[in-house]
């Protein structure tokens, strides 16, 4: 067994659920269209897709460790592939709708399972660079996604869009079922799950603070990408393809520093990146606060920086997360994904109740005040429980 195609191979299977989140984002108002309905019940193929994709995180973690990677990934990646299949032959929005939850029932799978073989198969900087690359396609996700889906609703019908994920998803199976073989070790846990499995995850210091970072990271990053254009429109008049250039340079900044974050684990403590990092995500947004009213290429470079620092830390947290939980990898990594994911959700929803409140700089002051507070939460936490395990 091939170790790095495995490590693409999973990957492939994680990044398949933030690519197909955002795929036909560009083109909702064609899809709304077609179907001759509104745009609330298009924009809820999106979040009843984000919403399934959370929930089952919870279900695949605890499935995972006690059932076996290489089942549950492949079943996962069919159920998605004959979903997307379903939603190319979607003639009308509830139908629609009711694939769109199977495919993300099936896909949430995959970044669960994708990080879970991970720690399986390597140990020290080998798994810190495997996290990486996981990592980075997993931020291509979102990055790729609006792109071929704009791509594909300009010269075909939405529709194509779903017939592109079916062949993507064949052969990711195909790729899956073919060279993947079960890595979940034999001394692992198969006791039938319990829900204390889950507190058990969230008392621990490490594990309950990573979690709390994960669920931090992502409301600040879709306070971005939900608030972003407002200010790109009122302040600087910038046309739908200059704001998305303004997005890519965010996106391409998270995926290379997954890119980085994955390198640079073995040369620093895993534990002091985290901390670090999240320091200068504070001091990132920060200088959003500062810099966003006063020129373009400024507001770019603090979106830039934030892209990095985020990036960088998101490797290192799963590979400490698949450390910490040598026997429940999968139920830490699901519910790691799934409070980021709620993270996802909260976003859009308090910050826009700030926003009516007192506008955009609420809206980034209350994310850089939150994010402050999970930085020495994770200083005290963290870097105390690294202490106690050095006094060992």
Do not use: W
């Amino acid at each position: 067994m091939n170790r790095t195609v495995i490590v693409y191979l999973v990957s492939l299977a994680a990044f398949l659920g933030p690519f197909t989140q955002t795929i036909y984002t560009p083109i909702l108002p064609e899809v709304a269209k077609d179907f001759g309905t509104s745009s609330f019940l298009v924009n809820l193929t999106i979040s009843i897709f984000t919403l399934c994709l959370a929930l089952m995180q919870m279900v695949y973690g605890p499935l995972t460790d006690t059932k076996g990677r290489r089942n549950v990934i492949l079943f996962g990646i069919f159920l998605y592939t004959l979903a997307s299949l379903g939603c190319f032959f979607s003639k009308s929005i509830y139908v629609l709708l009711v694939f769109r939850a199977l495919q993300a029932i099936g896909i949430a799978a995959g970044s669960v399972v994708a990080a879970t073989v991970i720690g399986d198969l390597f140990e020290g900087k080998a798994r810190g660079k495997a996290m990486g690359t996981f990592q980075m396609m997993v931020s291509l996700g979102p990055v790729v996604g609006p792109i071929v889906g704009g791509f594909l609703g300009g010269r075909f019908n939405f529709h194509a869009v779903f017939l592109v994920l079916v062949f993507v998803g064949v052969l990711i199976f195909i790729g899956n079922l073919a060279f993947l073989k079960e890595t979940k070790p034999e001394t692992s846990s198969s006791q039938r799950f319990q829900l204390r499995n889950f507190l058990t995850i969230l008392k621990d210091r490490t594990g309950s603070s990573i979690i709390l970072l994960g669920f931090i990271q992502y409301y600040a990053m879709y306070n971005f990408l939900v608030f972003l254009p407002g200010i790109l429109s009122e302040r600087y008049g910038l046309s739908a393809e200059q704001k998305g250039l303004v997005f890519l340079t965010m996106s391409c900044m998270i995926v290379i520093g997954s890119f980085v974050g994955g390198r640079i684990q073995g040369r620093f403590e895993d534990r002091n990146v985290i901390v670090v990092t999240s320091y200068l995500n504070v001091a990132a947004i920060f200088l959003f606060l500062l810099v966003s009213h006063i020129s373009i290429p400024l507001l770019i470079a603090s979106i830039m920086l934030f892209g990095l620092f985020l990036g960088t830390s998101l490797p290192v947290q799963t590979t400490l997360l698949t450390q910490v939980f040598q026997t429940n990898r999968s139920t830490a990594i699901g519910v790691y994904n799934f409070f980021r994911y709620m993270g996802m959700a909260f976003g859009p929803m308090v910050g826009s109740l700030l926003l009516a409140i007192g506008g955009y700089y609420i809206v980034y002051g209350f994310v850089d005040a939150a994010f402050l507070g999970c930085a020495f939460v994770l200083t005290i936490r963290v870097l105390g429980a690294n202490k106690k395990l050095g006094a060992y």
